[in-house]
């Protein structure tokens, strides 16, 4: 990545691109498993995965609104990271809890509990990515980080019946939480250098995606 960029976006981007990666391997089968494992028929499956998600979108779309306004109220940004890496941290399970699914009402917790993970992570990462941009490169960054996670999740949509068809589905998924996992060791290397709030603020606006199952 260029040097052009500092560190805390490096780490952000980079982090962001191997949770985007992980958790791209699996959204295009998500529903294929739901039918081989859960469901008993396609019907049924196809209920499942579009419940699924309502559990993780509506959820993370009320959550995230308090946990946004509770970190605003807290000077500093380590409460911001830890948020972040914590949230990352519960994500990374989520799929180990995939594999040990038998019943629909599994799925649709795991989707809940999945959605509190992320409400913690985008309002966190969002914010510390806004006070670290480089002033002046604003499009530029953002356009990295899109870039980044465009290109975690197309490659892994593309290889993810490759790698069922080759390892099976208990490998795959368990290769979704180790990427995540790593995710979050990766957010680690920024600790040191989150700052004060505050300090070099850039209000900038954006949306981060991040692909879910």
């Not at 052009?4 to 998500?30: A, E």
């Not at 490759?162 to 290769?175: A, E, M, R, V």
Request: charged letters at 15%; one cysteine or more; hydrophobic letters at 55%.
């Amino acid at each position: 990545m260029p040097k052009l960029i500092n560190k805390i976006i490096k780490v952000l981007i980079t982090s962001d691109f191997f949770l985007n990666l992980g958790w791209g391997f699996l959204s295009p089968v998500f529903a294929i498993y739901i039918l081989g494992k859960i469901a008993d028929s396609p019907l049924q499956a196809a209920q499942i995965a579009g419940l699924s998600a309502l559990f993780y979108w509506i959820p993370k779309s009320f959550f995230q609104i308090p946990i946004g306004i509770y970190l605003d109220k807290n000077r500093g940004e380590k409460d911001d990271f830890w948020f972040m890496v914590c949230g990352t941290a519960i994500a990374s399970l989520i799929p180990i809890g995939y594999l040990l699914s038998s019943a629909p009402w599994h799925i649709y917790l795991l989707q809940v509990l999945y959605a509190g993970g992320m409400a913690m992570v985008i309002p966190s990462w969002l914010a510390i990515f806004t006070r670290h941009i480089d002033k002046g490169k604003e499009a530029f960054e953002w356009g990295m980080e899109s870039t980044f996670i465009g290109i975690g999740a197309g490659v892994a949509g593309g290889l993810s019946g490759i790698l069922i068809s080759i390892f099976g589905f208990t490998t795959l998924f368990i290769f979704v939480s180790g990427l995540t996992m790593f995710s979050v060791i990766l957010l680690i290397f920024a600790r040191n250098d989150i700052s004060i709030r505050g300090k070099n603020v850039v209000i900038i606006s954006g949306e981060k995606p991040v692909v879910g199952p």
